[in-house]
């Protein structure tokens, strides 16, 4: 699976972005997919994963609430809905695919095996 992300910018704290990502492959729907970042001088984390059937989520404690990913399997599309955006939630925000079709819930960086070029996110307080 082929991953590219984009819908990054600059927002003031408090504020909404929508990231996108494509994905191309035709496997795409058997695939759990997620989001992780990395911000300058830190590891990359986990943000949320989703299903390949779209029915089950997940998130860290730190996006929780604020967050939502959803997916759209008719059009190989991922997205990440992010509210209430704080300046710690700068990074390079990367779509990723689990490590192989079919594996269930992920929420670990390490459970995903490809990702694409990420999207800047800056929010600023």
């Known amino acids: 699976v082929q991953l590219q992300a984009s819908g990054g910018g600059l927002v003031q704290a408090g504020g909404s972005l929508r990231l996108s990502c494509a994905a191309s492959g035709r496997t795409f729907n058997t695939y759990t997919m997620g989001w992780l970042r990395q911000a300058p001088g830190k590891e990359r984390e986990f943000v949320s994963s989703?299903?390949?059937?779209?029915?089950?989520?997940r998130y860290p404690d730190s996006v929780k609430g604020r967050f939502t990913i959803s997916r759209d399997n008719a059009k190989n599309m991922v997205y990440l809905e992010m509210s209430s955006l704080k300046p710690e939630d700068t990074a390079i925000y990367y779509c990723?695919?689990?490590?192989?079709?079919?594996?269930?819930?992920?929420?670990?960086?390490?459970?995903?095996?490809?990702w694409g070029q990420g999207t800047q996110v800056t929010v600023s307080s």
């Open positions: 989703i299903t390949w059937g779209g029915t089950t989520s």
């Open positions: 990723a695919a689990a490590k192989g079709p079919t594996i269930g819930v992920v929420t670990a960086v390490s459970d995903f095996g490809s």
